[in-house]
């Protein structure tokens, strides 16, 4: 089977976006037939270099999903040619992304919590000037997206 590639991305890629590449790496890993290729970046480059917030990370640790080594970086114009799915934290991000995308690449980018002919699952709230009840709300939440997408991804290539 082919390999997926998947871009997550929010504002700072340090919350959002590398919780939702580890929650999708290790949901892919669990599934049978899906291979995927995932990675996170931000539209702005606030934290470039930096380890995924503490909260985050301590988050997913609970749910035994290691995101410590990864660094945030920004979105590159490279990155709408290489990856197949750029993921949207929300409108917000969404808008950047179409904003700096090559017109022919449009159509990669999409809502993470509004999939094409998927239930609306809404955008993934930013939990950072929150407490940490607000990271394990936006883990959950990652969790019913991710296994919405890997059920899209799945369903697509049947």
Known sequence: MKTIKVLAV????????????GILEYAAMARK?????????????Y???????????AELKKRSIDISNQRARQVAREDFEYFDWILAMDESNYQNLI????????S?????????DRKVLGAVKDPYYDGNDAFKVMADHLI???DNFLDFIHASSK
């Open 10 to 21: 929010c504002l700072g890629n340090i919350c959002r976006s590398p919780a939702a590449q």
């Open 33 to 45: 037939g899906i291979e995927l290729e995932v990675d996170s970046a931000g539209t702005a480059a």
């Open 47 to 57: 934290h470039i270099g930096s380890q995924p917030d503490s909260r985050s990370i």
């Open 99 to 106: 904003r700096i995308c090559p017109e022919k690449c449009k």
């Open 108 to 116: 990669k980018v999409v809502l993470f919590g509004a999939l094409p």
């Open 144 to 146: 019913d997206l991710s």
